[in-house]
């Protein structure tokens, strides 16, 4: 397979060594000269000086025969832009792109990314069970009320998952209004619509009612409310 | 999205026109570039964190324009507002030509100044020299 990587960094240099040592063709577009140099020295003629978003670099590397393309730069913008260009311009049949914000994630995919990789995304998946509570975000206060409107995302272990409105124990005063789902798509929420993991739920809640919506959508499937 | 010079300039044109306009930059000290009696609102925060967006209440906008310098920033941007918040009218500057015309393809108002700039200059050079006098050399 040809494979060119765009960001010669650290992630870059070790994929790139990894997939020579496995036998593919790989090419490297990295801007830094001395980033360059040590790939050169390294690992041979496989890395190219430029700008891996620029038509112009990305014709010069052959990229109209590359079977993946992975953009690794530290800059979620910069990876969707050379990913865009690789897919658009030079039709290259798979593109990954870096990201460090991970709700970059639905927005990437929506713009024709085919994987996106999130170091962030990656962690948080590890140690998400070990968590002691997602964090409810507050929204808005509603004056005089007592009331709130947070925000919380639904993990994927949560006994949520896979349940109607309906059949949810929510604490008193409490409602959800909302549900964006993980494509960023918004629902008004009715009894039987079904939860699924990674949705944001929106509700209005009384402030003292906060913990216990927070261990609805946090606690694992195993416990009971 | 971007307090430059053009994005002030702009922010400026509109607001004067009775606009209702945010100017949003990552730098706070972009905005002394605005004159004091701007009225808009003046938002530090980083244009391609969806999160900002939406604080910013993108989704009730009716036109999004960026002018970063940075063309990548500016086409993420853009093509958030466009196709995660639904903003109807979106404008996205892209120096890189070749970069341009591929937004453009993808369905965003694009203006690359590279371009424009270019052929203004190749239009004043075609014309004939009388036309300007030629006091400064």
Redesign the interface.
């Known amino acids: 397979m040809y494979i060119m990587i765009v960001g010669g960094g650290r992630a870059g240099y070790y994929l790139a060594k990894q997939l020579v040592e496995d036998g593919h063709e790989v090419l490297v577009i990295e801007k830094d000269a001395a980033r360059c140099k040590r790939i050169a020295d390294e690992l041979g003629d496989i890395v190219l000086r430029g700008d891996g978003c620029e038509g112009i670099t990305l014709e010069a590397a052959g990229t109209g025969r590359a079977d993946l393309f992975i953009a690794l730069t530290g800059d979620d913008e910069d990876n969707l832009a050379a990913c865009q260009v690789a897919k658009t311009k030079f039709d290259v049949p798979r593109t990954v792109a870096r990201i460090d914000n991970p709700k970059n994630e639905a927005i990437f995919k929506k713009l024709g990314i085919d994987t996106t990789v999130s170091t962030t995304a990656l962690i948080l998946a590890n140690i998400e069970q070990e968590l002691p509570f997602h964090p409810l975000i507050p929204l808005l206060s509603i004056k005089g009320g007592g009331l709130e409107i947070v925000e919380g995302k639904v993990p994927s272990h949560s006994a949520m998952v896979g349940k109607r409105i309906g059949e949810l124990l929510l604490p008193q005063h409490c409602l959800i209004t909302l549900i964006i789902d993980e494509d960023g798509v918004p629902r008004v929420p009715v009894s039987d619509t079904t939860i699924r993991a990674g949705d944001e739920v929106v509700a209005v809640c009384r402030r003292e009612s906060e913990d216990a919506l927070r261990a609805v959508i946090a606690n694992p499937a195993r416990e009971t409310e | 999205m971007g307090c430059g010079r053009v994005g002030a300039e702009l922010a400026v044109l509109l607001e004067r026109q009775g606009q209702e306009v945010i100017i949003l930059d990552i730098d706070p000290d972009a905005f002394g570039k605005l004159p004091p009696d701007f009225k808009g609102s003046r938002v530090v925060g980083n244009g ?4 900002v967006l939406q604080r910013l209440g993108l989704a009730e906008a009716d036109a999004f324009v960026a002018v970063t310098p ?4 500016n ?2 941007a853009t ?2 507002a466009k ?2 918040f639904g903003v109807p009218r979106v404008v996205c500057r892209i120096f ?1 030509p ?2 341009e015309e ?2 453009h ?2 369905g965003l108002e694009t203006i690359s100044p590279t371009r424009v700039v270019a052929q203004l200059l190749k239009e004043v050079l075609d014309r004939e020299p009388a036309e300007t006098p030629g006091s400064e050399g």
């Not at chain 2, 391609?48 to 999160?51: A, C, E, G």
Request: net charge negative; proline share 0%; hydrophobic share 40%.
């Open positions: 391609i964190d969806q999160d940075g063309d990548n920033r086409a993420m093509q958030m196709h995660v890189d070749i970069r591929l937004y393809g993808l």
